[in-house]
């Protein structure tokens, strides 16, 4: 006879285990663009660009600087500062916009180029992903489904910038970071406050253009999504810090997306950080790197000296979706 579903039993999912981050790794591509390049072909000027949105370079991958190569570099770093093997891995997941397939099969590849036998999954999240890429490893390690995960953000958005857009050509940029996530003995991310309005989905979009033989672009209503992120992003980071019980004196570091230095200065002001905060300015020579902004801007800010080991950074991603996620880390 068969045993009924009230008879069969399973252990439960949660492992209770608190989980940190163990490493962080990242990798800017070789070339950097000034705006008076981008200006050769962009109806704009140097001053305007740096005016509006506080960049004055970015770098651009070449093309042997791809999402596999560029992702499994910054893993690679972010696994030797963990001190572990590609076999201590046992989930990778990585934030992307900008790989062609739309797939799991990027993860894989990063996987198969580290070595790590482990199955991959994409995080679809857009500049949001690497957030709640964390948020899914501290998952995965508190409830034991996995030992250590890689989260990896990792972007080529040359690749689906027009070049003649005025609103975005100037704007966005190529590069990886990632970060390990394992368990500790204290917990090193804290909850998260994450959300979407599809509502608002049209106001950043990448699809095939039909005139542009079915090459995806990315299109944004930039000015909305400037007024949307000043307006609604001072309480998602408030809320963030609430439910850390924290306060905006407590953290070490602002590190918001580096989406425009107008928007990350303004959501500053707004929250009310105290002077001893650090924010993050990656943004004025790395340009919007998408789901690897937040890690790159981690990393500058170590290399700088301005965020210590062991120190906390509230950390919030945001953009198509419109999406956006926020929460406390503590740095390795
Ligand atoms: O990562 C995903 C999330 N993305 C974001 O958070 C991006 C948010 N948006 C932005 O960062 C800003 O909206 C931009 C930097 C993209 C644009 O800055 P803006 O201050 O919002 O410009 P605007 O679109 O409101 O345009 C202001 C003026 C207009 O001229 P008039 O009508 O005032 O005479 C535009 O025609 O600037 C003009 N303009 C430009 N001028 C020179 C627009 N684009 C350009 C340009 N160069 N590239």
């Known amino acids: ?58 770098p651009f991958a070449q093309s042997d600087e791809t999402l596999v190569e560029m992702g499994a570099t910054a ?3 972010a696994l030797a500062e963990a001190g572990m093997a590609p076999t201590d891995v ?60 890689l989260v990896i953000g990792v972007e080529r958005m040359s690749d689906i910038i027009d070049p003649h857009d005025r609103g975005t050509a100037f704007l966005f940029s190529d590069g990886a970071g990632a970060a390990v996530v394992g368990s500790a003995a204290e917990p090193g ?23 542009h033989d079915g090459h995806p672009y990315l299109r944004m209503k ?3 999504v400037f007024r949307w992120a000043v307006t609604s992003l001072p309480g998602v980071v408030t809320a963030a810090l609430e439910r850390s019980g924290l306060t905006a004196a407590d953290v070490q570091a602002f ?22 905060v650090a924010v993050a300015r990656d943004v004025v020579d790395q340009g919007n790197a998408s789901a690897a902004s937040i890690p790159l801007a981690l990393d500058r800010m170590r290399t700088s000296g301005t965020l210590r080991g062991g120190g906390l950074a509230l950390v919030v991603g945001f953009g198509a979706g419109l999406s956006y996620a926020a929460t406390v880390i503590r740095m390795p």
Not at 3 to 16: H, K, M, W
Not at 106 to 135: M, Y
């Open 75 to 77: 893993a690679g770093k």
């Open 1 to 58: 006879m068969h045993s009924t579903e009230t008879e069969r039993t399973f252990p439960p999912a949660a492992g209770n285990r608190h989980a940190a981050l163990l490493g962080i790794g990242t990798y800017r591509p070789r070339r950097i663009v000034t705006n008076e390049e981008i200006c050769r072909t962009l109806d704009s000027s140097p001053d305007w660009i740096l005016r509006r949105s506080g960049i004055s370079t970015r």
């Open 90 to 149: 046992d989930q990778i997941l990585v934030a992307t916009m900008s790989d062609p397939y739309g797939t799991d099969r990027l993860a894989d590849e990063i996987g198969r180029r580290l070595g790590v036998a482990a199955r991959g999954w994409q995080v679809s999240a857009a500049c949001s992903g690497f957030t709640v890429g964390l948020t899914l490893a501290a998952s995965l390690v508190g409830s034991g489904a996995a030992r250590n995960c």
């Open 255 to 276: 590190v918001p997306h580096q989406a425009n230095l107008r928007i990350i200065e303004s959501v500053a002001d707004s929250v009310g950080f105290p002077e001893h």
């Open 222 to 224: 930039g000015s909305s």
């Open 189 to 211: 991310i804290g909850p998260v406050v994450w959300g979407t309005e599809p509502e608002l989905a049209d106001l950043i979009t990448v699809l095939p253009e039909p005139e």
